[in-house]
């Protein structure tokens, strides 16, 4: 793969990746939506689809990796990070993209936001934030599940004929509702650095009516986070398999 086509692949499918995920928390949060106040599971499926539908775009381009972390998974394992820049690079475009093209779509619902004096500060449609603010324990959560994430797409790849038939990518989309729904609850479960920083740094210079802070306060832990489960992963990997 060249370097342009890993780079071009990978803005394309987590452009998809944080449209689907931003969107689907748009969707039930926002006032004036029909999907209001549908919960947690839908949120989860939303953000499993939208890897789905994101990496099976990007994977003929870039092999879909979508994720920092993921990508740093692999390249301890494989001892080449010739390319990684150029992965984290995509990533972090696309991302960026991905919650602008969200913030289109829900133009109206944000602009309603605005006039509502009981609103919710936006963030959370774009960003994650913990239910209790403890950083030891949120970036412990992080790492966990990230490990959750990049263990299990690291041994995928042992089961031959997974990565060539495209069921893989299917596999991973199921793996990350199950982290969601199980593993989501303290932190919004972010296992990516790129999901959450991208569309943070959107969140921060889209005019955005009533939009409250953006929590840079907050912003390394889901950046450290999952950049070390990733690192742990292919660490485990290489000396477990």
């Known amino acids: 793969m060249s370097n342009g086509d890993i780079f071009v692949g990978e803005v394309i499918g987590t452009a998809i990746l ?9 969707a039930v949060v926002l006032d004036h939506s029909k ?3 549908a919960g ?21 381009l870039s092999g ?3 994720n920092p972390a993921v990508t740093v998974g692999i390249a301890i394992d494989t001892g080449d990070w010739d390319q990684v820049h150029f992965y984290v690079a995509g990533q972090m475009a696309g991302a ?12 109206a619902q944000f602009q309603a936001n605005a006039e509502d004096r009981s609103a919710q500060p936006t963030l959370g449609i774009f960003s994650t934030a913990p239910e209790i603010r403890h950083p030891v324990a949120n970036l412990l959560t992080e790492i966990i599940a990230t490990v959750g994430l990049v263990l299990p797409i ?6 031959e004929g997974l990565g060539q038939s495209g069921t893989a990518i299917l596999i991973v989309a199921f793996l990350v509702v199950g982290i969601g729904l199980s593993l989501g609850g303290p932190t919004g479960y972010a296992i990516n650095p790129a999901r959450d920083l991208g569309p943070r740094i959107a969140h921060a210079v889209l005019p955005i009516p009533n939009k409250g802070t953006s929590d840079w306060s907050y912003s390394w832990i889901p950046v450290v986070g999952p950049l070390a489960g990733g690192a742990l992963s292919g660490l485990i990997f290489n000396v477990a398999f």
Do not use: M, N
């Not at 690291?154 to 089961?159: E, P, S, V």
């Open 154 to 159: 690291l041994a995928f790849g042992l089961t």
């Open 64 to 66: 879909g990796h979508l």
């Open 18 to 26: 944080i449209l689907f995920g931003a969107g689907v928390v748009a």
């Open 35 to 37: 999907a209001k106040d």
């Open 96 to 107: 960026f993209l991905g919650a602008v093209l969200c913030w289109l779509v829900y133009f």
């Open 40 to 60: 947690w599971a839908v949120i989860a499926f939303g953000w499993g689809f939208g890897v789905l539908a994101g990496a099976y775009t990007a994977a003929p």
